[in-house]
């Protein structure tokens, strides 16, 4: 099965910051990545899908690229609100494993 | 708009069983692959199961494989998490989730199923 990793496993940042999160892939997976922001608390947000695709609402200092093995998310410039938990997926086949999450909080 | 609400969640011994729900509305629920994803407290997502829109084809991970079944009826709009044999590491949020270019864009509230004697 395809293993997926992300880096860093948490990271703190100041407002206005921009902020990058790497997703690694164990085997390509093509662009069949997403994106998922989970607040404390709340249900799991879907934030890009399609490595790149922004989610219909999504506010547009997030951004993501990459295909095949390597993947990152980048907000553009650091909000209070964007205090989450950021999980990359594989949807190309079973099983769509999740990435362990990288934590982001503000400095 | 769509609405996925879980239930049958609980507190079950270790070894026992327990069946999820997941009533599914406003969409046509017969025509999507449906998800279910764990969350163990304190701990990230952890993907568990999917179905095909027509069950047809069934995903386990490996983790649930041979004690979890996941099973729909599209005439109920409902899909199930049947769960037997379960350990305290299966203790966690269990959220369905709809697919939207079939990455999880729609998840219900959760349900809380406690595996502990």
């Known amino acids: 099965d395809i293993q997926m990793t992300q880096s860093p496993s948490s990271l703190s940042a100041s407002v206005g910051d921009r902020v990058t999160i790497t997703c690694r892939a164990s085997q390509g997976i093509s662009n069949y990545l997403a994106w998922y922001q989970q607040k404390p608390g709340k249900v799991p947000k879907l934030l890009i899908y399609?490595?790149?695709t922004l989610q219909s609402g999504v506010p547009s200092r997030f951004s993501g690229s990459g295909s095949g093995t390597d993947f990152t998310l980048t907000i553009s410039s650091l909000q209070p609100e964007d205090v989450a938990t950021y999980y990359c997926q594989k949807y190309n086949s079973a099983p769509f494993t999740f990435g362990p999450g990288t934590k982001v909080d503000i400095k | 708009q769509v609405q996925l609400v879980e239930s049958g969640g609980g507190v079950v011994q270790p070894g026992g069983s327990l069946r999820l729900s997941c009533a599914a509305s406003?969409?046509?629920?017969?025509?999507?692959?449906m998800h279910w994803v764990r969350q163990a407290p304190g701990k990230g997502l952890e993907w568990v199961a999917f179905i095909r829109y027509d069950g047809s084809n069934k995903y386990y991970a490996d983790s649930v494989k041979g004690r979890f079944t996941i099973s729909r009826d599209n005439s109920k709009n409902t899909l199930y998490l049947q769960m037997n044999s379960l350990r305290a590491e299966d203790t966690a949020v269990y959220y369905c989730a709809k697919p939207w270019s079939s990455s999880l864009r729609y998840w219900g509230q959760g349900t809380l199923v406690t595996v502990s004697s």
């Open positions: 399609a490595a790149s």
């Open positions: 406003g969409f046509t629920f017969s025509s999507y692959g």
